[in-house]
């Protein structure tokens, strides 16, 4: 698909959009912005997890709803960036809008970055976060056995490994993993993978390969740990629910369909969405566009029935 064709196929709100933003000189958006509308009467404080194996303290920006009448579910977030960008703050809006709607508790992890900390040094850092939660849970006033995780691009790759890490160490039982177009497979063979790649498009080929590349780092050598690339694990079986959201038109849609795919085939309750018209990051640098608010919308409400038990 040749840029032309890609700004053709947009929705034409997202479209206008992401022209603007470029007019605006603000370039290719990228993993910024917030979703809205945001939650009142939510608090934030900043928390430090113990690092993994005498690694620094990790940063975890807590977001708790006002007011609760018995313990209430958690959610562990972790924002995108490509593996070398992204603060928790830039999901802010994000954060306490599914603190507020679904009343529970979002701990959003501040991990390193790459390329100066490659794998595994970032779901490492999330996976201490995961178990400082979960270790914590009746100071923070939680449900240990409702708590998910969840994230976007990057991150939502994070979130799929410290599930896998999660099944497999048995240390914390997560309750969901919510996949907003993660990215999943260093392989890039996918036909989505090859069909964005002109200059331009977000998160296209040559990024997502600068991207894995940092992440993986460059000693890299041999086949990489299902925990840096969730695509490459053998075994699916025994993960928590899952929703996966994808974008028509986004390089990482294909292998995000695949993995849904893999989960429903093993037996795992699986929620798929694929947005028509919608690109890498739509979410994010076009929240209040009303293809966003739909997505973000449907998300929200998927952690609020995984974790409330709401119809």
């Known amino acids: 698909m040749d840029y032309a064709a890609y700004l053709k196929a947009m929705d ?7 022209l603007a933003r470029v007019a605006a000189g603000a370039g290719t958006p990228g993993p910024a912005g917030a979703a809205a509308p945001t939650g009142g009467g939510v608090t934030i404080a900043d928390h430090h997890a113990p690092g993994p194996g005498g690694a620094p ?8 709803p006002a007011g609760s009448s018995g313990r209430r579910p958690a959610v562990l ?5 490509g593996f070398t ?17 679904v009343n529970c508790l979002v701990a959003s992890v501040d991990y390193r970055l790459a390329p100066a900390h490659p794998f595994p ?9 995961l178990l400082w939660l979960a270790a914590n849970a009746a100071t923070f006033g939680l449900d240990a056995q409702r708590i998910a995780v969840g994230g976007s691009s990057a991150g939502a790759g ?7 890490m999660a099944r497999d160490r048995g240390e914390v039982a997560l309750a969901y993993q919510l996949l907003v177009y993660p990215c999943l497979d260093d392989r890039h063979e996918t036909a989505s993978s ?3 790649a002109a200059e331009g498009m977000i998160w296209n080929r040559a990024q997502s390969l600068r991207g894995w590349g940092a992440y993986l780092g460059s000693g890299h050598q041999g086949t990489p740990s299902p925990y840096a690339a969730p695509a490459r694990v053998a075994d699916v079986a025994g993960l928590p629910p899952t929703y996966v959201m994808a974008a028509q038109l986004d390089l990482l849609r294909d292998e995000d369909i695949a993995y849904a795919t893999r989960l429903m085939q093993a037996g795992v309750p699986t929620e798929l969405h694929v ?31 995984a974790l409330n038990g709401a119809a």
Not at 12 to 18: G, M, Q, V, W
Not at 85 to 101: H, K
């Open 158 to 164: 994070l979130a799929a490994a410290v599930a896998l």
């Open 12 to 18: 034409p709100e997202l479209r206008t959009a992401f």
């Open 121 to 129: 040094a970032a779901p490492d850092d999330c996976y201490a976060a």
């Open 275 to 305: 947005h028509p018209g919608a690109m890498h990051g739509f979410v994010l640098f076009a929240a209040q566009a009303a293809a966003s608010q739909r997505a973000i919308g449907d998300y929200v409400a998927a952690l609020g029935r």
């Open 57 to 64: 303290a990790v940063r975890v920006r807590v977001y708790t």
């Open 77 to 81: 977030w972790i924002h995108g960036g």
């Open 85 to 101: 960008a992204g603060t928790p703050e830039q999901n802010e809006d994000l954060c306490l809008r599914i603190a507020a709607e």
């Open 194 to 196: 090859h069909e964005f």
